[in-house]
């Protein structure tokens, strides 16, 4: 069973929270994950920069959070994700690259959940793959190119 847990602190942009939950699905779905809880924190700036702080020892903002909070020594319990991100920097990112604010925030969505599947990003290898795998998932869901979306002149 996949359980899916959403709560804005963020109100903008507004969030189409049945296409973030069928999102969640399909990512679990092509990576086979049947069991898991997921939670989605919708945040503002201030709110991301101090769990930044907190968890991560990271100053300033960022676009996601993502925590496995997966009990490692018991792997017949569902796995537990949880995910915090930044609704205030996705309505600014979608104005600067010409796409909507629900794709943005669909992409951030994605991110962390591919991290808390493997995924990582911390080479350029690494990050292109994962980076290819957002903009699948998210062209297969209609959101359209997001991450490798070109950036409109201003």
Known sequence: ?????ITRHFREPPADVSKLR????????????????????????????QLNMRFLNHEGT????SFDLSDEANPQEPRVFDLIVN????????????HGADAELALYVTHGLLHNLGFDDTTAEQARKMHRTEDEI????GYGLVYNSVPRPR
């Open 1 to 5: 069973m996949i359980t899916i847990r």
């Open 22 to 49: 069928k999102l969640v699905r399909a990512v679990c779905s092509r990576f086979e994950v049947r069991q898991v809880v997921v939670g989605i924190g919708i945040v503002d700036d201030a709110e991301i920069s």
């Open 62 to 65: 960022t676009d996601c959070l």
């Open 87 to 98: 609704g205030e920097l996705a309505a600014r990112e979608a104005a600067r690259r010409g």
């Open 138 to 141: 998210l062209q297969h869901l």
